[in-house]
């Protein structure tokens, strides 16, 4: 069974730029996590998707990010403008339905220079 | 608010040897599900082990189990045979059970070196 894709693995941009990440969750999986994971501490949770609905965005800063799941499977997350303070690790996270175990794609390491 | 704190920045242990990571939480829930994750350099985030609340027998998988204490909010991760893999970023983290939101509340990690 093919894990949690997600690309580009690093990206390097300078600040006001924009940048967008892709997901591709595990075939079959309802749930769809974006998580932010700075230098030194865990993820936090930036959104969630079930299906193609956003169930939670409450820690997503919505002034700068965007994400949506098309057709309830790929995902896209999206930075415009970034922040030196957006420097970090987005690791985007599916599971079957709630609540479940959370398979973690790589990462996307972005550095905002 | 729910919390999960992971005192030991942290360690380390000799190869063949076992070593004990703590977490403690703080939820006002009474079902929850718990989880270690381990984050080896520069690699993906892969599930240890899992504990549901309901449940009083430890969870075990191989050379990891867990000492889930419910009246204490605590929840340590033992692992026997320390071998070389072992190395990593341990993370605790919490969920809650029944809802819409199944996020998981993360501690800030310990990072554990097994030593040849």
């Known amino acids: 069974e093919a894990g949690v894709a997600q690309s580009p693995r690093y990206k390097i941009i300078e600040k006001r730029q924009s940048v967008a990440f892709w997901c591709n969750p595990i075939s079959g999986h309802a749930t769809l996590y974006w998580y932010q994971q700075i230098l030194g501490q865990g993820p936090k949770l930036l959104i969630q998707?079930?299906?193609?609905?956003?169930?939670?965005d409450s820690q997503l800063p919505k002034d700068r990010f965007s994400a949506e799941r098309l057709k309830g499977v790929d995902s896209t997350l999206k930075i415009q403008p970034a922040k030196l303070e957006d420097s970090a690790v987005y690791l985007c996270?599916?599971?079957?339905?709630?609540?479940?175990?959370?398979?973690f794609g790589p990462g996307t390491r972005l550095l905002v220079l | 608010a729910q919390t999960v704190t992971q005192s030991q920045p942290e360690m380390s242990v000799q190869e063949a040897e076992t070593v004990t990571l703590s977490c403690t939480y703080d939820?006002?829930?009474?079902?929850?599900?718990l989880f270690w994750y381990k984050q080896p350099p520069s690699r993906q985030m892969i599930l240890v082990i899992r504990q549901e609340a309901y449940k009083q027998q430890n969870a075990t998988e191989n050379r990891f189990s867990v000492n889930f204490q419910k009246a204490a909010k605590s929840f340590s991760l033992k692992i026997s045979d320390s071998q070389l893999g072992d190395t990593a970023m341990y993370f605790c983290a919490f969920t809650n059970y029944g809802g819409s939101q199944g996020n998981l509340i993360f501690g800030k990690g310990t990072k554990l070196s097994v030593k040849p």
């Open positions: 996270a599916s599971s079957p339905g709630l609540p479940q175990t959370q398979y």
């Open positions: 939820t006002s829930e009474n079902n929850y599900y």
């Open positions: 998707f079930q299906n193609n609905g956003v169930v939670d």
